[in-house]
């Protein structure tokens, strides 16, 4: 068994950026159905999409759905919290009892990850 962190940098400013997200959390489907353990970690502008897709509804209502779809599915996920911070969704992320990561320098330790056997893929 695998595990695999996909890291999500992209935010939602760029029209392309919907298609990343949707691919970032499809990929997380294949991966928990393929056997494998899947984490996702929302960083730099990523923090944004974290903030949109775990509304109940917004603009990009497929994409709450299939945030909602891989919640379900037990798929984990977290947000940097140097970076919720500085974007300005911490607040709203905390209030939806999103976790934080801020083990380097307010960052996620992405060198932890790596001696911990983490495979990273970044989107």
Not at 15 to 21: C, G, L, R, T
Not at 25 to 38: A, D, H, T, V
Not at 66 to 93: D, H, P, Q, W
Not at 106 to 123: A, S, T, Y
């Amino acid at each position: 068994m695998a595990k695999i962190a996909i890291i999500v940098l992209e935010g939602p400013a760029l029209e392309e950026s919907v298609a990343k997200i949707r691919h970032a959390m499809i990929y997380s489907k294949e991966i928990k159905l393929s056997g494998n353990e899947i984490t996702l970690i929302f960083d730099g502008n990523g923090t944004k999409w974290l903030d949109i897709i775990s509304n109940e509804t917004s603009k990009f209502d497929f994409l709450n759905k299939l945030f909602k779809e891989i919640t379900e599915m037990g798929i984990v996920y977290k947000a940097c919290g140097f970076c919720s911070a500085r974007k300005e969704v911490k607040e709203s992320l905390s209030a939806k009892n999103i976790q934080f990561l801020s083990e380097f320098e307010g960052h996620p330790d992405v060198g932890k990850l790596i001696n911990e056997g983490w495979q990273i893929i970044v989107i």
